[in-house]
């Protein structure tokens, strides 16, 4: 008995991750041909009890005893829509503290460069799917938008994911290293995974780092 439900679960989380690798395979043919363009990525981050809007427009984070390290391949598409060009991601994904699950994600980036008089950083947005080795403790919890958690719900172990990010150069404009902040964060979609205040945030910091 104790076995098959062993099998049954790796069984599940194999379907995950096929259905992850599906939703970004399309992708793979319209990636740059010159992969000396691609990055590895490597961040880390703090879970935040706070909603991505009261993060974005309050600066408002409210930590808790949970980590994420994250390593990741970036590539960067073919084409532009005016200043804006595109990228795909996909990232492996290690929780610690409270949380000690592991999390694949997959997905789509719109990058701005020369956000503001040309200067040397970018600001970039990232949509795509998360899938979660098991349900991830704290984001079961309901969160109200303005008081914070206030009871219990359940998550999923598939759910959106949104990235928001600026990056920049460490030394000069074509440097191969660039730091960034990111905020990492998986998404019910108001309700259309799961509970409309299910989800986590990360503020995370990292490196990008240009592969030869």
Known sequence: MRFGLVEKKLKDKRWLCGLLIISIWPLWPICSEDKSDANLVLYGGKFTDTTLLNIVFKQKTDYMDSWL???AINYPLEGRLQQFSFETEAQVVQHFGIMKHTE???LLIAR???FVLSLPFSVALGEGLSVAARKPRLEEWEKDYLAGRKKSQKSSLV????MLEMDFP???DDSAVRGF???HHRSGVFG???PPTCGSNFVAYGFKFKLP
């Open 69 to 71: 390290a994250v390593a």
């Open 104 to 106: 694949w994600n997959a």
């Open 112 to 114: 701005w460069p020369g």
């Open 159 to 162: 759910l959106n994911y949104i």
């Open 170 to 172: 460490l030394w000069t």
């Open 181 to 183: 902040i990111r905020i």
């Open 192 to 194: 259309t995974y799961c």
